[in-house]
């Protein structure tokens, strides 16, 4: 996803985790971890266009990074003054679910992540949501902002509003892949009513709110390339 989603998702769990142990300031460094990922684009200029390729979403969006990086943000934090009464556990925790939430949505996108990595260089990718879409990041965003700005760190209500956000924005994740088996099978339908034989079938989101798909099907000497949205009709062509 663009990172102004993946710094307000990084915000939405660092308040859930920590908001009411340090209040504003864990939106603030959910923000700043869940952006770490991304750094990897630094490193671009050192490698030629095929590189590129494998390194981006490489090493810093596996489950392994994750892990050992949680360990890294939860001592440096461990030693700042406004967390150091946070439980180091806590702290883990904290840095682990931001950064593993940021390589999970990314899974959710065309380009995938190489969540397992130095295992396996596959990619996992759901192919379900578009790399910038407003109707999942503005519930995060509306939910964070109500929780910071309009509740005091102790008060019982503070999280509400955030989860909630988070809760809305998880339900449409799930909604984008119920959508792309719908869209799938409407492809194939089209496809088989056509007399058109394939083997493999790809389809992709290419606009906000999951509404309009491109199918790409494949058989042995030709693909089949169509566009299909909620709001017309489908066409397929060679």
């Known amino acids: 996803m663009d990172s102004v989603t993946q710094a307000v998702l990084g915000a939405a769990v660092g308040e859930a985790i920590l908001g009411k142990k340090i209040g504003n300031k864990a939106a603030i460094v959910g923000a700043i971890v869940a952006t770490v990922p991304d750094l990897d684009v630094l490193l671009m200029p050192l490698f030629n266009d095929f590189q590129k390729i494998s390194l981006h979403r490489g090493y810093s969006h596996s489950i392994l990074f994750c892990v050992l990086g949680a360990f890294l943000f939860a001592y440096i934090l461990n030693r700042i003054k406004w967390t150091k009464d946070v439980s180091f556990r806590k702290l883990w925790l904290f840095s682990f679910m931001t950064l593993f939430t940021h390589v999970l949505l990314d899974a959710f996108t065309s380009y995938g992540t190489q969540l397992f990595l130095p295992f396996t260089d596959w990619r996992v990718s759901f192919?379900?949501?578009?790399?910038?879409?407003?109707v999942y990041t503005v519930p995060l965003l509306v939910g964070v902002l109500l929780s910071v700005f309009y509740f005091k760190k102790n008060d019982k209500k503070r999280g509400l509003p955030n989860n909630i956000g988070l809760v809305v924005s998880?339900?449409?994740?799930?909604?984008?892949?119920?959508?792309?088996?719908?869209?799938?099978?409407?492809?194939?339908?089209?496809?088989?009513?056509?007399?058109?034989p394939f083997f493999r079938m790809l389809t992709v989101p290419v606009a906000i709110g999951n509404t309009t798909w491109y199918g790409v099907a494949k058989d042995k000497t030709h693909l089949h390339i169509g566009k299909y949205s909620h709001l017309s009709l489908i066409h397929i062509s060679e």
């Open 127 to 134: 192919d379900s949501i578009s790399i910038i879409d407003p």
């Open 170 to 196: 998880s339900l449409y994740l799930l909604f984008t892949l119920a959508n792309k088996q719908n869209v799938e099978q409407v492809f194939q339908t089209q496809l088989e009513e056509q007399n058109i």
